[in-house]
């Protein structure tokens, strides 16, 4: 069967940003004691008149224009998101007349928590691998909604990813994916409920870590792989701490996390937040080097990723700003107008 990967890729990450110290100060908290506990600095705030949509469109432009491929030869977009503009009326739509895409579209709309993003990728592998589309979008995006004075107001973020895939003019070649799921209830928001839910310490262990954790031997099992097969590892990052255990855990370096770990300087965005990861080893990975992707979403399920950079990386991204370059263009928020801005999202 023919190669399928990434033909292209984008990213794209709002300029605002709000310290975790300005977070604590406004509610009289700890400041110190938060950023230990989160291993957490900052994050990205959207701006007035950015939301899920918006970002996602900015992020696919970057990704089309890498891969040199026009609107109207992608035939499938899938949107990964927990926090689409509208309860009932697809993003995908609205992404894809942005873009300008055929009107012979697969499209829609996907929440499963952080891990949308990839299980849209997954869709978008397959029908190509299946012969039935040439090229698709894949597009992990959120604006994170947060209850004010909660932990997650410190993290939960706001970003964007999105993959070109497709079997021609391959930057990064799918090797196998693979999927963990179980119903384990760690975080969660009721419908008409503005902001979600989350089950404390019982996030970690049973929900992150088992996911993970299982989905990366499983993967690595699938390739005959071991630890020092990757040059680069990328797992979700809801905050700092977390990937950087479970790397640990199976036997990966800080040298092998480092380049995608983005969850100090920008939160977590949810969806994007490995996919953003992604974007930015992709910035960084040389010709026929290995990359491990596993996302987590609450809920609770994980997907993982093989991939292999192929010669055509290293020239195809050389026009394009990196991901941590993007990050370095900052305008940092007092809470009252990051309060402000962020009204309309709750």
Avoid at 300 to 305: K, M, Q, S, T, V
Avoid at 331 to 338: D, Q
């Amino acid at each position: 069967m023919k190669d399928v990967g990434i033909a292209g890729y984008g990213a794209y990450i709002p300029k605002f940003r709000i310290k975790v110290d300005e977070i604590a100060r406004s509610w009289g908290r700890d400041a110190d004691s938060l950023k230990k506990s989160l291993c957490v600095n900052e994050k990205a705030v959207p701006g007035i008149d950015e939301d899920s949509a918006t970002m996602a469109v900015e992020a696919s432009k970057h990704a089309l224009s890498m891969g040199k491929v026009q609107g109207s030869s992608i035939q499938a977009l899938f949107i990964g998101s927990e926090s689409h503009p509208y309860a009932v009326k697809p993003t995908a739509t609205i992404v894809a007349e942005a873009l300008r895409l055929s009107r012979g579209l697969f499209s829609a709309d996907l929440e499963f928590a952080c891990q949308a993003g990839t299980s849209s990728m997954q869709i978008v592998y397959s029908m190509i691998k299946s012969g039935m589309i040439g090229y698709g979008l894949a597009i992990g995006t959120d604006v994170a909604q947060a209850n004010p004075n909660d932990a997650l107001e410190c993290t939960a973020s706001a970003g964007s990813a999105s993959m070109l895939l497709g079997s021609e003019n391959i930057l990064a070649r799918i090797e196998a994916t693979y999927s963990f799921t179980t119903d384990t209830p760690d975080f969660w928001r009721r419908q008409n409920q503005p902001y979600p839910k989350h089950g404390g310490q019982f996030t970690g262990k049973p929900a992150y870590y088992r996911h993970i954790v299982e989905c990366t031997q499983k993967i690595m099992e699938m390739t005959s792989s071991r630890p020092d097969d990757f040059a680069h590892v990328v797992f979700h990052q809801p905050n700092g701490k977390f990937p950087v255990e479970a790397a640990r855990m199976l036997g990966f370096t800080e040298r092998q996390t480092q380049n995608g770990l983005l969850v100090r300087e920008i939160g977590n965005c949810y969806s994007a937040s490995s996919l953003i990861g992604l974007c930015s080893v992709l910035d960084e990975a040389e010709s026929s080097q290995r990359i491990l992707l596993v996302s987590y979403g609450s809920g609770a399920g994980a997907d993982g990723f093989v991939f292999e950079a192929t010669g055509l990386l290293p020239e195809a991204r050389k026009s394009f700003m990196k991901v941590k370059d993007m990050m370095k263009n900052t305008v940092y928020l007092p809470y009252e107008k990051y309060a402000r801005q962020s009204k309309k999202y709750a």
